[in-house]
């Protein structure tokens, strides 16, 4: 239907972490594909249209804010770093 507006299934949580005396945010991102979805027992393996069966995507962020400041106490750009994994239900059998 041309008045239904997809929207992002899935989730977001951001927090912020203490490592080594370093404060950082992690960012976990995950993103559920609306092509080829359902109930991990009913739907597998792939469409027609080389779609998988419950394909998802996971993000994980982090910023250094560290890094931000300066030796001067100067406020700069913060590091940022991304690690992505997808996977999805492809019997192999």
Do not use: C, M
């Amino acid at each position: 239907y041309h008045w239904v507006l997809p929207i992002v299934h899935g989730a977001f949580v951001q927090r912020k972490i203490q490592d080594y005396g370093r404060s950082l945010d992690i960012f976990l991102i995950a993103r559920r594909s609306r092509h080829f979805a359902g109930t991990r027992y009913l739907k597998r393996g792939v469409s027609d249209q080389g779609k998988v069966a419950n394909d998802v995507e996971h993000e994980q962020i982090l910023e250094d804010n560290e890094s931000a400041t300066g030796a001067n106490g100067e406020s700069g750009a913060s590091t940022f770093s991304s690690y992505i994994q997808v996977r999805g239900s492809i019997p192999t059998f």
